[in-house]
C-alpha cells in the first residue's frame, strides 16, 4: 500500500496540469506545513524564526516546468532577489536551486549564464549556493556543470544522492575539488537499472557515502531525517576526530523541529531546508511521497 501511495504522489509531482491549478488557488491541504509561504517576504519571516532559535538556513524558490526562456529568467531573477533579501535582512541563509528551474531543459548556455549571474551576485554578497540534484536524466549534466563552475567559484556546491549505484565513485572524482556536498537518500521515483529498489540498500549507501566523504575531509551537508544516521554521523564524526565546522546536519523546513532543536541544544550546526514560491505543488507531493504518514496530516486540513 505504501508502494502505491509513493509511486502515486510522485506521478502527481509530475503532472503539469495539477501544478497550474495549484499555482492558481495558492497554498492548499495543509502545505504551509512545508511551504514558508509564496513570497521572499514570507521566506525571510521564517529564516528570523529559525536563525532566533540557533538554526540557519537555505532558501528555495520553487519552480517546476520550466519550458521557456523567458520562464528561466524569471526564476533567476527569483534566486538573485532571494539574496538581495538575505543579504539585506542580516539573517543567516544561503540558497538552493535547481538548474533546470534556470533553462538546463532548454539550453546548457543558458543555464550556465543564469548561474554564473547568481554565483556572482551570491560571491559580492559573501553567501553560498547550493545545486539540487534532480532525476537521473540530469545526473550526469549537473554534475558536469558544476565542475565546470568549480573552475570560477568556490561559493557553489551539489547534492549527491546514496540511492544511485554511480554515487561512490562520483564522490571519489569529486574529492580531487574538495566538494562541499549535501548528501541525501534521493525522492525520486528511478529505475532498478541505475538505483538500489530497496529501502535497506539505500540506508547501507547513505552509510558508505557519509564515512566516505568524511574521511576524505571536505565539508559534508547530511540531509537526513533518521536519527539512526544521524547517530552513524555521530559515530564517524567522533572516529575521524572531525570537527564540528567541517560537517552540518540538515532537515526540511516542518519535519523533525524537536530534533533540529535538540541537535542545536548539542552543539551541532543544523541548517533547514526551507522552499518558498508560488510553484509548491510538485514539492509537496515529493515530501507526501516520502513519508506517506504526511498524509493524514493533508486530509485534516482538507475537511477543515
Known amino acids: 500500500m505504501e508502494t ?88 543567516t541563509a544561503n540558497l538552493s536551486l535547481k538548474m533546470t528551474s534556470l533553462g538546463l531543459d532548454i539550453s546548457r548556455e543558458l543555464c550556465m549564464r543564469n548561474m554564473r549571474e547568481i554565483l556572482t551576485r551570491a560571491r559580492s554578497y559573501g553567501n553560498f549556493v547550493r545545486i539540487d540534484m534532480e532525476d537521473y536524466a540530469h545526473c550526469q549534466m549537473s554534475l558536469d556543470i558544476y565542475r565546470e563552475l568549480r573552475q570560477e567559484f568556490d561559493n557553489v556546491g551539489i547534492v549527491i544522492q546514496a540511492y544511485l549505484y554511480r554515487t561512490e565513485q562520483d564522490i571519489a572524482d569529486l574529492n580531487e575539488l574538495k566538494a562541499n556536498l549535501r548528501l541525501v537518500k534521493g525522492a525520486y521515483k528511478e529505475s532498478p537499472k541505475v538505483a538500489f529498489p530497496e529501502k535497506a540498500d539505500v540506508d547501507n549507501n547513505f552509510k558508505n557515502i557519509i564515512r566516505q566523504h568524511l574521511s576524505n575531509g571536505n565539508y559534508a551537508a547530511i540531509a537526513t531525517h533518521d536519527e539512526a544516521m544521524i547517530r552513524y554521523a555521530k559515530e564517524i564524526v567522533r572516529e575521524y576526530g572531525i570537527p564540528n565546522d567541517r560537517f552540518e546536519f540538515q532537515m526540511l523546513y516542518g519535519i523533525c523541529e524537536d530534533l533540529q532543536k535538540k541537535l542545536v541544544a548539542e552543539g551541532y550546526k543544523v ?8 510553484d509548491w505543488f510538485g514539492y509537496f507531493m515529493r515530501r507526501l511521497a516520502e513519508r506517506p504518514a504526511n498524509v493524514w496530516f493533508v486530509l485534516k486540513n482538507m475537511f477543515k
Open 4 to 91: 502505491v501511495m509513493r509511486n502515486m504522489f510522485l506521478k502527481l509531482a509530475k503532472n503539469r496540469p495539477a501544478n497550474k491549478l495549484a499555482k492558481r488557488y495558492g497554498l492548499r491541504f495543509g502545505a504551509q506545513r512545508f511551504v514558508a509561504g509564496e513570497t521572499i517576504k514570507h521566506s525571510i519571516e521564517a529564516v528570523k524564526q529559525l536563525n532566533a532559535t540557533g538554526r540557519v538556513v537555505t532558501l528555495d524558490h520553487l519552480g517546476e516546468f520550466v519550458f521557456t526562456e523567458e520562464e528561466a529568467k524569471e526564476s533567476a531573477t527569483m534566486c538573485l532577489l532571494t539574496l538581495d533579501a538575505i543579504h539585506q535582512a542580516g539573517v
Open 271 to 278: 541548517r533547514v531546508y526551507v522552499p518558498y514560491g508560488n
